[in-house]
């Protein structure tokens, strides 16, 4: 069974750093997409920029979460 977005969170097999470098990629490819007139392609490339937005923020907060709960 492949693994969601939020099981991968929870076993921590995702960087916050790894997540960044994708959303780099991804902004870089919705700019492209939407200067070239692909519309349909910039919408679901910016769609999928908010979920690993949403990603990343989540799980820098679940790691300042630990780092306070260990000092």
């Known amino acids: 069974m492949a ?3 939020s099981s ?3 076993s921590r ?3 916050p750093v790894s997540i960044l470098l ?3 990629d991804l902004e870089g490819s919705y700019q492209n997409s939407k200067k070239n007139g ?3 392609d910039a919408a ?3 769609e999928m920029c908010d979920k690993y ?3 990343y923020f ?3 907060k679940e790691q300042k979460s630990i780092k306070v709960s260990c000092n």
């Open 44 to 46: 679901i490339l910016r």
């Open 58 to 60: 989540k799980l820098k």
């Open 22 to 24: 994708l959303i780099s």
């Open 3 to 5: 693994k969601g977005p």
């Open 8 to 10: 991968l969170i929870t």
């Open 13 to 15: 097999l995702v960087n």
């Open 38 to 40: 692909f519309v349909e």
């Open 53 to 55: 937005y949403k990603m």
